[in-house]
């Protein structure tokens, strides 16, 4: 039972950057596909990149591509997300998931979360 702590959110205006992190409490994390997920205020939790547990495959929500980078550093059991380019619409919080079933993943069904880190984008 792996547990998630993320951080690096916070306040930015418009253009400017964040690096979330999420810790993972296991040695095992290597073996998990992890995900990044966020919720604005009124709205559904939606995807929001995820990468596989070599770093081998990553993909994107069409809303962040270009801007945002995920990845990974196993010997340290870190997740990273690399906001760049950051709009007022990616106000929300950030949730790190994780997931160690590969019949689950591809459903993107993911078992354990983070409590989240708060990113606001000022206009």
């Known amino acids: 039972q792996v547990q998630l702590v993320e951080s690096g959110g916070g306040l930015v205006q418009a253009g400017g950057s964040l690096r979330l992190s999420c810790a993972a409490s296991e040695r095992t994390f290597s073996t998990y596909a992890m995900g990044w997920f966020r919720q604005a205020l009124g709205k559904e939790r939606e995807f929001v990149s995820a990468?596989?547990?070599?770093?081998?495959?990553?993909s994107y929500a069409d809303s962040v591509k270009g801007r945002f980078t995920i990845s990974r550093d196993n010997a340290n059991d870190t997740l990273y997300l690399q906001m760049n380019s950051l709009k007022p619409e990616d106000t929300a919080i950030y949730y790190c998931a994780a997931v160690d079933n590969y019949y689950r993943f591809i459903r993107q069904l993911y078992d354990y979360w983070g409590q989240g880190t708060q990113v606001t984008v000022s206009s």
């Open positions: 990468i596989t547990e070599s770093g081998g495959r990553i």
